[in-house]
Structures are given as C-alpha cells and as structure tokens.
C-alpha cells in the first residue's frame, strides 16, 4: 500500500474479517473462564489472584472488542472491567449482588457477541438497565432491581462501530499526541497499511510517518484519545507488543513530555481505568501499579496463529505458543486418512501371510515396523480429538447456581475426574443428556432445605458429578443425595398408563420404566421438568453412540445414573470371530474370556434357552448362527466356542466356530449408510477388502434377559 493512499484514506482498507473467528473462539473462552472464576470466587476471603484474573479476562474482551469496533460488546465489557478494577484495588468489597450483574453482564455479552458473529442486524436488545446497575455498584452504592430501564444515558463507547473506508477526521479535542515506534522488524512492510488500519478501527485524527533513525523502525504521529491497551490490542495482529513502544508527546506535537527523548521502553501512565496491576502475569519485572508509569512493553503468552511471528527483540522474550487452534474439519480428515491406512496395512498384512517369512525376511519385518507405526500414529492422532471432560463439567455451576436460586434449594456441585478425556464428537452429543439428568436431580432429587432438616440431613444438598476410564469405556455417575426414587410411586404410574408390570419385578427393572416416552412422576408442571419428556430422550441419544445407562436409588437417600460410553467412535481395537462364512467384530473391551465348550457343559431350560456353565456359573447362550441366520455349507456342522462378553453389568457366551484374532478396525457407520440393524453397532472394511459387521454386545446381552 503506498504512502499516497494512506494519505487520502481511498480505495480499499485493511480487511480484520479474517481474524474475526479468532476473537470470538478467544472472547467466549474470556467469558466462560470469567464466569468460572466469578461462580468459584470466595466473597469473604476473595483475595488478589482471584480478583486480577477476572478482571484480566473482562479487559482482555473489551480490548478486543474495541480493536474490531463492536462498540456496544466494548461498552458493556469496559463497565464490567471498571467494577473489576475497584474490586481488585479492595476499594470495594465483593457482594453476592455484584457476582449476580457481572454473570448478567457475562450473558449480555455472549449475545451481542452472537450478533455479531451471525451478522444479524435487527434492533439489538438493551443493556441500558444492566449498565445502571453496573455503575451504581462500582460506585458503592445498591442498585435497584432490574425494572424498567433507567433513563440514565448509556456511557459512550472506547471504540466507534465499523464503518466502510472512512475519510481522515479531525482530532477530537483532548486527544493525546502519540508517537508510535515499531521495531525491529523482520521485514520494512511488516506494517504497511497500518494508518488505513488506524482511522478504520481506533479512528484517529491524523497519523503520519516520520523518518526513523533505523532502517529496520517505522515511526508514526498520530493524535487519539484511545488508550494504550486499545492501541496495542490493534497493532497485535501485525507486530508483538515488545516490537511496539509508544510515547506521548506535548500538545503542540514537537518535542516529549519527559524532555529528555528516552530510550525505547520509557514508560508512560495509561488512561485511567486501562492501566496494568502489580502481579499480573506478563508483566516486566518492577512493574508498578496503575497509579504509577508502567511498561507499555507488555510481554503476554502465546500468540496465536494469525499472529505474524515476533522478531527477536531486546526488550523482552517471546514466550513460545503452547497451544494451536486446527479446524475440527482438518483434524476429521487426519482421522479418516489415518483409519484408511489401517484398512490397507490390515491388508498387507493379510496378503503377507501366505510369504515364506524366511525367503521375505525384509519385507516382514517392514511389515511389521509398519503395523507398530500405524498403531503409534493411530493413537497420537486419535488423541487429538480426546478433550477432558472438564470443557463438559464446566457449564453445569452456573446452571446450577441459577436453577437452585429459582427453586428454593441449597445445592452444593462436585466434580470428579474432570481430567478424564473423552473424544470430542462424544463430548458435543453428551452434553445435553447430562444437562438433562443434572437438572433432574436439582429439580427431583434434591429437596427444600427444610424438608431436608426435617429428614435429618443438611440443609445443602450435594450433586456430584463424575468421570473415570473402565476398560475402553468412559463411566459418567450423576449422583445426588436427595429423595431418591419411590418404587410405590413410579408402579403406580406405569399402571395408570396401562404398563405392564408387577410388584416382583425387581428394582432395576423398576428404575428403568421413567425411560419410558412420557413417563414423569412430577406432581407439578413447570418450566424446569414434569412434562414428561426428557428421560426416554436421554436414553435414545445414548444409545445413539453405543451406550448404556442404568439406574441405582435408594428412597430417602439418593440416586446415581450411570451412563457408560465408548471412548471414541472412529477406530477401536476388536476380536474377529467366524460363524459359517461370515466374519464378526466384537468390541475387544466387551470380551472377558473364550474357551472351547464341552457338550455336557450346555443345558437346555424353558422355551429351548440354552445355558452354559462355567466355573460354577451359569450363563445364557447365544448361537450367533441362528441369530443372524448364517447359511451352512458344511454339512450341519456347529460351532464349539464360546466368547464371553460382558455389557450392562451383565454376561452371555455367544457361540462361534472360531477365533480370527485382534486387529484394529475402522468403525463405519451402517445406520448413515444404510439403515439399522438389529444386535449391529456398526460396519468395518477387513484386510481381504470384505465387509464386516461390529456387534452391539449391549443389544446382545439384553436380547438373553428376554
């Protein structure tokens, strides 16, 4: 871009669009762990750490928010922060009232960054009476309810919305003369295009460049009353903070305010309201408060990847990214690619069986290098997609805290094993069924504090919720110490809607009939639950994904539902297993055990069901040849082994004619490509190019019970 054309502010300006994503996954990530922090934040002994990060995270999307023009996210984010900031000076002691306004505010913010991000251009919602309330607090005082909108103007914006290549204005009175060094740069055109950048975003009077005493320095005028931090937060996406110093000048814009043209780094106090605190991570050595001049150097972590890389400065270091951000799309490409390769190293592998290993010696054993690499490369990439189920556990205090401050209740939330990781296709469709059964348990399980006391229990109940690996399955418990389930009163139910049911029935079988469609127990109707939809919903969106749930109450005491899952969808280790011609996979994390069944071990009971008996238990049998009505060639002959697999708590002996080996698979989904199949969870490619289908061993196991 030349210098004419920064000069007369034509033609077209810097396009941010291609940062806008970055700013939005970066400003929920602020507002979620802001609101985090708030839910956990100990208003008796809340001390500096605790204050500092929440307002680091308000400022950090006000900053941003400015930098892309959303002036009304700006707005809000800066009243929030001005709160923050008499909070961490202990001008102000934190209340219940202020974490409610700032959770509020938190909300507000997700929606005005939504509209944003969607484009939408309706009349947006207003947050006049929010900003009041904000403002009333930090200044000491007890708002009123939320009401009707007070009529106080709304404080103007840091930062002007966006407007389409706007002509230079006029310094606004007051403005601060700034010069703005950048250097060393990597490259003389690292900040080319800035100025246009200026007056499109941060809406400076006038910027020109002066000639620099250094070949590798740009050197800018420019007059504007943003402060440091909005002008950093901008020329991020071009150049580090430590490439960037800025200096006030006087008014007449000629010489500087300190008189003795300090050398790059010379601090210089920040507008009031946007200045650094002692502590805070990244900031230099000595650094003071924000009553003080400070560094506007600020060193921060990683940067992310629309970031053009730092050069190497002598001013401060560059912390190396810990982190990437990859399109989900990217990574389910890598997935498939590497579950191919699976498929053809299954098949080389097969081929390669019938080589004299001997005469072969080099082939084999880069065959085998092969396989240990594919299985290597397979559980690294794999891992990519594991997330810990704390990004689950997360949303669930705030639901909490709201749901149990509108019912009445006094609920306590713990997590457990929040580092266990789950695949995050899983973790995306979970969510919603343990949103479900946590409300449930809120809304059913936990009882009014006085009904609590009077039953001998604290008036707090406890809602625990928790994750743990179990073979090749993750277990996720919702647990709560409430009422429990009545056993009377659900029988009674399931009469009245023509169920069919018994009072011998045991109480497993009893716990299962609230996932029948329709089914509530919920004398009330409300807004929260009792309509009877929701349960069977779980159950179906959990089996969707080859899971389990199950059910354990004791009336008075409490409830758990246990929901048991796959760890991933994608590739899975199995047991192939022959039945005629045919070839089956069972999950390798369902099979207990196989041995060669003896015919005097098999018994026939009522209805021709067959059991099996081993080391003194009995088991039922399945004869995968009649279910899925394998044809015979061979003359009637039948098979003589039997695999144990366990599901559900439960275990059965399917009935094969031999044992194929382990091998890794590539899980297909037959429903998408096909259409259901009963007792068949999924479909998978072998090595000789056929198709095989992957058993539903729950399927299997409560087709026996039946």
């Not at 033609?11 to 956990?40: H, K, R, T």
């Not at 002692?278 to 003071?288: C, K, W």
């Not at 072969?360 to 997609?385: H, K, Y």
Request: charged fraction near 25%; aromatic fraction near 4%.
């Amino acid at each position: 871009m030349t210098e004419g054309h920064q000069e007369s502010g034509g033609g077209d300006s810097f396009d941010l669009s291609q940062f806008y994503q970055i700013f939005f996954e970066e400003a929920g990530e602020n507002l979620d762990l802001m609101e985090q922090m708030l839910l956990n934040l100990n208003l008796e002994t809340a001390d500096d750490e605790e204050l500092n990060g929440i307002f680091r995270c308000a400022h950090s999307v006000k900053g941003g928010a400015a930098t892309f023009g959303f002036a009304d996210v700006a707005e809000l984010t800066h009243q929030m922060e001005s709160l923050l900031d008499r909070l961490r000076r202990h001008e102000l002691q934190p209340n219940p009232m202020m974490v409610d306004v700032l959770l509020e505010s938190a909300d507000a913010s997700r929606v005005l960054l939504a509209r944003h991000q969607t484009g939408d251009t309706s009349a947006p919602p207003s947050n006049a009476d929010l900003v009041r309330r904000i403002s009333e607090l930090a200044a000491g005082g007890t708002p009123a309810p939320a009401a009707v909108p007070a009529p106080a103007p709304v404080v103007a914006a840091p930062a002007p919305a966006p407007v389409a290549a706007p002509a230079p204005v006029a310094a606004a009175p007051g403005a601060r003369q700034l010069e703005i060094r950048m250097g060393p740069l990597e490259r003389p055109d690292q900040v080319d295009g800035i100025k246009d950048l200026f007056r499109d975003i941060v809406g400076l009077g006038s910027v020109t460049e002066v000639a620099s005493d250094r070949a590798d320095t740009r050197v800018f005028h420019a007059s504007t009353s943003s402060s440091n931090d909005d002008l950093l937060d901008l020329f991020a996406f071009h150049v580090s903070r430590e490439q960037v110093n800025i200096r006030e000048m006087s008014a007449a814009a000629t010489s500087w305010t300190d008189r003795d043209d300090p050398p790059p780094g010379a601090p210089v106090a920040p507008a009031p309201g946007f200045g650094f605190f002692e502590g805070a991570p990244g900031v230099p050595t000595g650094a003071a408060t924000a009553a003080t001049p400070v560094e506007v150097t600020e060193v921060r972590p990683a940067a992310k990847a629309s970031v053009a890389k730092p050069a190497a400065s002598p001013v401060a270091a560059q912390p190396e990214a810990a982190t990437i951000r990859v399109a989900i799309s990217k990574v389910d490409q890598l997935i498939n690619l590497v579950g191919e390769l699976v498929i053809t190293q299954a098949m080389l592998a097969q081929n390669s069986q019938a080589l004299d290993p001997a005469a072969n010696q080099q082939l084999m054993a880069g065959l085998a290098d092969l396989d240990r690499n594919t299985r290597d490369l397979q559980e690294s990439v794999m891992s990519i997609r594991m997330i810990p189920m704390s990004i689950v556990f997360s949303r669930f205090p705030r639901m909490l805290r709201d749901l149990a401050s509108k019912l009445g209740k006094k609920v306590e939330f713990v997590t457990q094993g929040e580092a266990t990781e789950l695949d995050k296709g899983l973790v995306e469709k979970i969510t919603d069924p343990l949103t479900h059964l946590v409300r449930n348990s809120c809304d059913h399980g936990i009882e009014m504090p006085a009904d609590r006391v009077a039953a001998g229990k604290p008036e707090t109940g406890t809602i625990t919720l928790s994750a743990a690996h179990q073979g090749g399955s993750i277990v996720i418990e919702v647990r709560d110490d409430g009422r429990g389930l009545s056993r009377e009163k659900i029988l009674n139910k399931a009469r009245e809607r023509g169920l069919d049911v018994s009072d011998q029935m045991s109480d497993g079988d009893v716990w299962q009939l609230i996932f029948a469609p329709g089914f509530s127990t919920a004398e009330v109707v409300t807004d929260v639950s009792g309509r009877g939809v929701g349960m069977d919903v779980v159950k179906k969106n959990i089996a969707a994904l080859n899971g389990t749930v199950e059910i354990d109450s004791s009336e008075g005491y409490g409830m758990r539902v246990s929901v048991r899952l796959p760890l991933t969808l994608a590739i899975m280790d199995g047991m192939s297993v022959g039945v005629g011609d045919e070839v089956y996979i069972l999950p390798l994390s369902s099979v207990v055990e196989s041995f060669q069944v003896k015919d005097d071990a098999v018994n026939t009971v009522a209805q021709g069901s067959r059991l099996v008996k081993v080391r003194d238990e009995y088991m039922p049998v399945i004869e995968l040849e009649k279910v899925f009505q394998v044809p015979r060639y061979d003359g009637g002959k039948s098979g003589d082994i039997m695999v144990v697999v366990e599901a559900e708590g439960s275990r059965v002996a399917l009935l094969v004619d031999e044992l194929l080996g382990q091998q890794q698979v590539v899980v297909k989904n037959l429903e998408t490509n096909y259409r259901k199949v009963p007792n068949v969870s999924g479909a998978t490619i072998l090595g000789d190019g056929k198709v095989a289908l992957i058993l539903d061993t729950s399927t299997l196991v409560r087709r026996s019970r039946h």
